[in-house]
């Protein structure tokens, strides 16, 4: 089983989950983190330090969420890891509370 990093993280992009991971399974993109899930060691940890709830079990993912178990296998292939934390974007509590936000997803 994996932690996934879901829609609510697109555009808000809080890190303070990184500096918590013992496996530095994180991948920083543009505007989105996602979690390498062959290295994820499901160790909970990440999962109450995201302030918009972004991170999930793989076995909680609601089905409109399941997607998202592949995207961040996929992108956290190309994307480089990410261990210490940094500042948010200055919109992202902005963005917090938006929903259907996929198509903003940077690359």
Known sequence: MT???TESCIKCKYT???EVCPVDCFHEGPNFLVIDPDECIDCTLCEPECPVEAILSEDDLPDDQRHYLELNAE???SWPVITEK???PADADEWAEVKDKLGLLER
């Open 3 to 5: 932690f996934v990093v």
């Open 86 to 88: 940094k500042d948010a």
């Open 16 to 18: 303070d989950c990184v």
């Open 75 to 77: 992108l956290s292939r």
